[in-house]
């Protein structure tokens, strides 16, 4: 089987193109990636010399040149990852969302049904279900209700598939997964960008009242669940992703604060996120039941080696926290302390 990974530079993509081509050896990968700000090759070191893997930059919008790609390297599946993935991004500028998530996963579904993939999947998230209130889970069966305009081009993208599968017959399957943590996540997100701020002994800002609660999962389970998708998933059908594993973002905050040492005096609570979600939560299930999937990483024993990487991997962030980043920096928190 060789397998088109779409966005394979990213946090979630790149993990994943590590576990599948030691999980399958026998498989190929062809590792697709436009090397947007959030793609980035450093997260791939050490792939490059594998027989079974392989890299082109490309755009998912461009469809000719990923066709030319499927011809080439006889692609049987597709996993798409690439997208637009910070929600404050999504806030600032909405455009580049739409064109990727939702227009570039249409570009890609036409190249799946142009060439009749075995397999596609969609890798998609909890947040295309809205935000919940103290109690309950998401289900398979919750209604679409995105309220960022990243979570409504992921709702539209998965809209998309399930069409192309009902109209076309196209073999699509969607995963929905909880917030992700692990190594190669970009600084922008809540546990990396923390983990930096302590140690650099630089304000954390936690946004609104630090109570919004996201359900945690180790990125490799992600991989895990998404290759039991690929291997055994029903065509036409969705699957929720979740660690069980809820966490008020203040108190996230608190235990890397404490495992790093620092002083919770380095909290400062900013103005909130606009339209802030306030609860996710997923109920897996289905994934367990039918799959055999259970996410297998303790999280205690997963953010203390998640604080331990980026503390050990400077060269790797060091790069980053240069040029584009400082400017998003400056124009997402710069003057929003104290709210
Ligand atoms: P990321 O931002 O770290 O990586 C995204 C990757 O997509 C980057 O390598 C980027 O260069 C690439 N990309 C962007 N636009 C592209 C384009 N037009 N053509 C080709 N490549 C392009 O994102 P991530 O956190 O790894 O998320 C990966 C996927 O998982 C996304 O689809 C996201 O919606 C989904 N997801 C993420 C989480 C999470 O907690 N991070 C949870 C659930 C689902
Ligand atoms: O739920 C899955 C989603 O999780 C994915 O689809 C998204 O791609 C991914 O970015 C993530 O979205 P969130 O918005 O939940 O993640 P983020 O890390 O941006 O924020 C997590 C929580 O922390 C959220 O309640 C906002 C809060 N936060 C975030 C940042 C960056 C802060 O309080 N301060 C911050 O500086």
């Not at 992600?222 to 690929?230: F, G, K, N, S």
């Not at 036409?236 to 608190?254: A, T």
């Not at 990483?297 to 998640?306: A, L, M, S």
């Amino acid at each position: 089987m060789t397998v088109l990974v779409a966005g394979g530079a990213g946090f979630i993509g790149s993990n994943f193109v590590r576990y599948y081509v030691q999980a399958h050896p026998l498989d190929t990968i062809v590792n697709v990636d436009k090397l947007t700000y959030a793609g980035n090759m450093d997260n791939l070191i050490g792939l490059a010399d594998l027989p079974n893997y392989r890299f082109v930059k490309a755009d998912i919008c461009d469809q000719s040149p990923i066709e030319s790609i499927v011809q080439e390297f006889s692609v049987t599946s597709l996993v798409n990852f690439a997208a637009e993935t910070h929600v404050d991004r999504s806030i600032l500028g909405p455009a580049e969302f739409i064109q990727t998530n939702v227009m570039g996963t249409q570009a890609l579904l036409e190249v799946a049904k142009k060439f009749s993939l075995h397999r596609y999947v969609q890798v998609s998230t909890d947040e295309v279900y809205g935000s919940l209130g103290t109690t309950g889970k998401f289900t398979e069966q919750t209604h679409l209700h995105p309220n960022s305009p990243y979570a409504a081009s992921k709702a539209s993208a998965d809209l998309l598939c399930l069409a192309y599968h009902h109209t076309f017959g196209l073999p699509a399957l969607i995963t929905r997964c909880s917030n992700n943590y692990g190594p190669y996540q970009f600084p922008e997100k809540l546990i990396p960008l923390m983990i930096l701020h302590a140690l650099h002994d630089k304000p954390l800002p936690i946004y609104g009242d630090g109570k919004n609660v996201r359900d945690w999962l180790h990125v490799l389970d992600h991989c895990r669940a998404i290759d039991a998708v690929l291997a055994k998933g029903k065509v036409g059908e969705v699957y929720n992703i979740g660690g069980n594993n809820e966490w008020q973002n203040i108190d996230i905050v608190k235990l890397i604060l404490n495992r790093l040492r620092k002083p919770e005096s380095l909290i400062s609570f900013v103005k909130d996120r606009l339209g802030h979600d306030r609860r996710y939560a997923i109920d897996s299930t289905k994934i367990q039941r039918e799959l055999g999937w259970v996410p297998q990483y303790d999280f205690d024993r997963g953010i203390v080696e998640t604080i331990e990487w980026y503390t050990a991997n400077q060269q790797w962030w060091g790069r980053i926290l240069t040029g584009e980043y400082q400017s998003y920096y400056k124009m997402m928190y710069e003057g929003r302390e104290n709210a």
